[in-house]
């Protein structure tokens, strides 16, 4: 599965994981890669979907996990990503945020 793409979808809002996802349901769209941002003065999740439309389609789960508080060192924020990665099968690509709070979330696309 090449993961080659030049398409972009943009959700905003706090329901932005649900509208990706039905989005890649409803169209003929074979998704490649994620964007997200979280803008910490509105509370707003911003998120791109790359994708390709000359590719079979297939859906895709997004799931937002909470790594935590972490110190800022490569290989812890690497362990915590690898941690939470392994509760799911099929990952296709990974995104994270850090909050106001300093609490770090990984993003996961999964492949269904």
């Known amino acids: 599965m090449s993961q080659s793409h030049s398409k972009f979808k943009v959700f905003i809002?706090?329901?932005a994981f649900e509208k990706a996802a039905s989005f890649v349901k409803e169209?003929?769209?074979?998704?490649?890669?994620?964007?997200?941002e979280f803008l910490e003065s509105s509370k707003t999740i911003v998120l791109s979907l790359g994708y390709s439309d000359d590719q079979p389609r297939y859906d895709i789960e997004l799931s937002?996990?909470?790594?935590?508080l972490?110190?800022?060192?490569?290989?812890?924020?690497?362990e915590a990503l690898e941690l939470a990665a392994s509760k799911f099968d099929n990952v296709i690509c990974h995104e994270f945020y850090v909050n106001?709070?300093?609490?770090?979330?990984?993003?996961?696309?999964t492949q269904k």
Do not use: C, N, Q, R
């Not at 937002?64 to 935590?68: A, D, N, R, T």
């Not at 972490?70 to 690497?78: A, F, M, R």
């Not at 106001?100 to 696309?109: D, H, I």
């Open 13 to 15: 809002g706090t329901d």
């Open 27 to 36: 169209s003929s769209v074979a998704p490649k890669s994620l964007g997200v």
């Open 64 to 68: 937002k996990v909470s790594l935590g």
């Open 70 to 78: 972490l110190d800022l060192i490569e290989t812890t924020v690497e």
């Open 100 to 109: 106001g709070m300093g609490e770090f979330f990984a993003v996961f696309m």
